[in-house]
């Protein structure tokens, strides 16, 4: 498997466990439980940025274009509906 496909893969995991740790802070009642995950969650973000930079600068990753303002204020309205 090349550099790339594994960079990729493991941001894949790791996107989806960010989606999973939400679900169990938000139904999480015990407030060490939800302070655990979250810190968990903490670290796995900070690694992803990371690992997203590190896919961006070798060309492994390509960012969608900038949003412009139009676009800013259009969410910006769906949003706060």
């Known amino acids: 498997m090349q550099e790339k496909d594994m960079v990729n893969d493991v941001l894949s995991m ?3 466990s960010l989606v999973d740790y939400a679900t169990v802070i938000a139904q999480s009642a015990d407030p060490n439980l939800r302070q655990t995950i979250q810190q968990l969650r903490d670290s796995d973000e900070q690694f992803q ?6 896919a961006e600068q070798k060309g492994y990753y390509k960012p969608a274009a900038p949003a412009d303002r ?3 204020q259009q969410i910006k309205t769906t949003f706060s509906s």
């Open 14 to 16: 790791i996107n989806s």
């Open 70 to 72: 139009e676009e800013i």
């Open 49 to 54: 940025y990371q690992l997203f930079k590190l």
